[in-house]
């Protein structure tokens, strides 16, 4: 095994790295094998929802850029053949091919390095080629200044043209660019300039190429030496991955003897941890009270670590912990100084007292729980598919004498027009049928969905019950008045808090996408499913305004 040389990713340099630690100790692979064999269902499952989104916006870019016949290559039908597709690859940058899509770099094994880059983009003036990736993401800014975007059919940065507002950099995606710009650099076929472009999803049916300067200090950083500063992506990306190669490098000695070399990184855990596959040997094996296991992507990793330092691993040390003096002691001095460090450890410190105190929510001290209630009540939910269209508005309108549940549902939005159609039908009948109710909703989403959908038309209901202007959104009350370990999303409260259940034994936004699937293709099993779950989330509103209302209520003379 240790002829063999060290090869990362693109993805190492921007993963946890226990993860590369992981993938190179044989003790721990081995580990892993034998958990998913006898117990899979300890083994996070990968987000399918993300990935299918993925793999539908990088077929829709590709088909798009094939379209335009501009001399481009598509090498995807060469994967799984790796001699091949690299000879290939190679082969269509020496031809001076314009884009290469899905090709495949020769390994470096001098920088460590391996790696499938979505596309390469040949410079106009010149030989080389920019590294290029698709994210389903937005990439661009409406702030900022700068920015440089170019359409599909004329991708080269000399094409690029200036338009307003910025870029949004995300550092994994700018990572990433730099590991196969390292690799162009490795085999001779790098660009003038260390630029790279990503495709996100701003620009609709006509994607657009989002250009970045791979050598521009725009990436914040931390450091006990510089402090705080800002460091280009190939700075980064060459720290992340030289320390990532090292981490690999002493992993692969280790074979589960007494005379294995230390790891270089042990387990903390942090957000990443809820999807990784490494999870049942990684940070699973922490203990039960461990700080940094039970509050997942509550702080960094880094503050974790200086937690740690200062003895703090365990719920109680926390929970008895000084939080002023830890913000003063050399935890201070091994964290990032930013807006929401102290946030963050005040935040850690109250979710370690309710750990410690085996509960999940509990009362600000002198919570007042104060929204206007009226004789009907309207509790407003809606779902959506997975381009963000309004396909359902559930109603639940309570009186003193009963509750009852309203859907309007339509399976077959796809418009503007259609789900415009939708939500005037809703709206009209609450306007015509309860004059004078107050209706609620959790989280803003309702409201500035309605408003996107209705456009210039939501003044039609100025002055009535549909009044947009006049809904209470439950969420700042709620965490005016709470505090949790966990969040203040409405399953939590509900559950923790009101007692209330969902009848569905897996509720959730993400699952009810795959029910209207189901549904849209005949399932009507699956039709009910998406009402009784959102008739749930409806009465979960109801219930968490009833609970808070009785325990932290303003008394009825005082209000």
Not at 211 to 220: G, T
Request: with cysteine; charged share 25%; aromatic share 6%.
């Amino acid at each position: 095994m240790t002829g063999r040389p060290v090869l990362l990713g693109g993805y190492a340099a921007r993963r946890c790295p226990r993860a590369t630690h992981n993938s190179f100790d044989r003790a721990v692979t081995d580990q892993l094998t034998r958990t998913a064999a006898e117990h899979p269902e300890l083994v996070p499952a990968p987000d399918q929802q993300l990935l299918d989104l993925g793999i539908a916006h990088e077929a829709t870019v590709f088909g798009a850029w094939l379209a335009t016949g501009e001399n481009v290559v598509d090498l995807r039908p060469l994967e799984g053949e790796k001699r091949a597709h690299i000879a290939a690859t190679l082969q269509a940058l020496d031809e001076g091919r314009a884009v290469v899509l899905g090709g495949r770099l020769p390994d470096d094994p001098t920088g460590g390095r391996t790696g499938k880059p979505d596309a390469l983009i040949r410079e106009a003036h010149g030989r080389g080629y920019h590294p290029c990736d698709v994210k389903a993401h937005r990439v661009l800014s409406d702030t900022g200044t700068g920015r440089l975007v170019a359409d599909l059919p004329a991708p080269a940065l000399t094409e690029a043209v200036p338009s307003d507002g910025g870029l949004r950099h995300h550092e994994g995606d700018l990572l990433q660019l730099a590991h196969y710009w390292r690799m162009l650099e490795a085999c001779g076929r790098q660009a003038s300039a260390p630029w790279g472009a990503i495709v996100g999803t701003d620009g609709g049916p006509a994607p657009v190429l989002a250009w970045y300067d791979l050598a521009e200090p725009v990436l914040p950083t931390f450091s006990r030496s510089r402090g705080r500063t800002s460091r280009s992506a190939l700075e980064r990306y060459d720290h992340e991955h030289d320390f990532r190669l090292r981490v690999a490098h002493v992993a692969r000695q280790r074979t589960g003897g007494a005379t294995d070399p230390e790891p270089l990184v042990t387990p903390v855990g942090h957000e990443e941890c809820v999807t990784c596959s490494w999870k049942p040997v990684c940070v699973d094996t922490l203990p039960d009270d461990d700080v940094s296991r039970g509050l997942l992507g509550t702080m960094s990793v880094r503050e974790y670590l200086a937690l740690r330092g200062e003895g703090i691993e365990a719920f109680d040390d926390l929970a008895g912990a000084d939080v002023d003096a830890l913000l003063e002691s050399t935890y201070a001095a091994e964290t990032t100084p930013d807006r929401g460090r102290a946030r963050r450890l005040r935040k850690a410190h109250v979710a370690a007292q309710l750990f410690r105190d085996g509960v999940v929510l509990r009362l600000r001290p002198g919570a007042v729980f104060d929204v206007p209630r009226a004789e009907v009540e309207i509790d407003l939910d809606m779902e959506c598919t997975r381009d963000n269209r309004v396909y359902l508005w559930g109603v639940l309108v309570t009186t003193p004498d009963s509750s009852t549940f309203h859907p309007f549902l339509d399976l077959d939005v796809d418009d503007d027009a259609s789900e415009a159609a939708l939500a005037r039908r809703c709206f009209d009948w609450v306007r015509d049928n309860h004059p004078g109710a107050v209706t609620y909703h959790y989280s803003p989403v309702e409201r500035t969905s309605a408003r996107r959908i209705l456009g210039a038309t939501v003044g039609s209901y100025a002055g009535t019950s549909a009044d947009l202007d006049t809904w209470v959104d439950l969420l700042p009350p709620t965490r005016a008045c709470l505090e949790s370990r966990k969040d203040l999303g409405i399953k939590v409260v509900a559950q923790h808090g009101a007692g209330f259940t969902w009848r569905d034994e897996d509720p959730g936004g993400r699952q009810s996408q795959n029910w209207l699937d189901e549904a849209r293709a005949g399932d009507r099993a699956a039709a009910d499913r998406i009402l009784a779950y959102n008739e749930d989330d409806v009465r979960a509103t109801l219930a968490v305004r009833n609970w808070l209302a009785d325990v932290a209520g303003r008394p009825p003379a005082a209000r």
